[in-house]
């Protein structure tokens, strides 16, 4: 079945820099856009970045910091956070989307928590 593990979470100062990755499995990886989204306390999940292709979208509030990329012999997709801050702060997960970052619909993972505090 589809299935996705998060990893690389963790705790930074702000102004620090993380690398999360996510493993998929299940399904032919290579033909689906992937994405990361985040959920913090108290708050609805909300998507942070795509990757379909060679193309990329990000959330306004982490343009210019964060980076997707993929790597299709691994099924990995990772997310380069750099200059965190504290409302980083969330759980994070992956998931396979539409070219636009809609879910298809397939469970969540376990998320990898980033927790941004001096």
């Known amino acids: 079945q589809v299935q996705f593990v998060e990893f690389g979470g963790g705790l930074v100062q702000p102004g620090g820099s993380l690398r999360l990755s996510c493993a998929a499995a299940?399904?032919?990886?290579?033909?689906?856009?992937m994405a990361w989204y985040r959920q913090a306390p108290g708050k609805q999940r909300e998507l942070v970045a795509v990757i379909s292709g060679d193309s990329t979208i990000y959330a306004d509030s982490v343009k210019g910091r964060f980076t997707i990329s993929r790597d299709n012999a691994k099924n990995t997709v990772y997310l380069q956070m750099n200059s965190l801050k504290f409302e980083d702060t969330a759980v994070y997960y992956c998931?396979?989307?539409?070219?636009?970052?809609?879910?298809?619909?397939?469970?969540w993972g376990q998320g990898t928590q980033v927790t941004v505090s001096s």
């Open positions: 299940g399904f032919t990886f290579s033909i689906y856009a």
């Open positions: 998931t396979r989307t539409t070219s636009w970052g809609t879910p298809l619909g397939d469970a």
